[in-house]
Nanobody, 124 residues
Framework: QVKLVESGGGSVQAGGSLRLSCSASGSRLSYNSMAWFRQAPGKEREGIAAIEHGGTTTYANSVLGRFTISRENNKTTLYLQMNNLKPDDTAMYYC??????????????????WGQGTQVTVSS
């Protein structure tokens, strides 16, 4: 059983920074690929950053240059450093994991495991 627990969300003013964490437990074979998704009210859940087993990263255009995904060497903790936050970044942020070492579409929603989410609110 894989469990993902996000933390680090909160409220921040535009231009500020936050660092999200996702703690993974269970079989490490189950989270070779991991990603961050977000969902704003009334919108679909979107993939914003992903990291594969070998360390290859993928970003959505909306966060490229502002967000950085990384993880501990033992792969049990995933991070999302978010800089220069904008009001449009306001959403619930979710961590996701998958046993595949690489994915043809890293930001697609077909991950096997999901966390419960952490709220990020950016005020102008």
């Amino acid at each position: 059983q894989v469990k993902l627990v996000e933390s680090g969300g909160g409220s921040v003013q535009a231009g500020g920074s936050l660092r999200l964490s996702c703690s993974a437990s269970g079989s490490r074979l189950s989270y070779n690929s991991m990603a961050w998704f977000r969902q704003a009210p009334g919108k679909e859940r979107e993939g914003i950053a992903a990291i594969e087993h070998g360390g290859t990263t993928t970003y959505a255009n909306s966060v490229l240059g502002r967000f950085t995904i990384s993880r501990e060497n033992n792969k049990t903790t995933l991070y999302l450093q978010m800089n220069n936050l904008k009001p449009d970044d306001t959403a619930m942020y979710y961590c996701a994991a998958d046993p595949r070492w690489s994915r043809a579409h890293p930001l697609a929603r077909d991950y096997d495991y999901w966390g419960q989410g952490t709220q990020v609110t950016v005020s102008s």
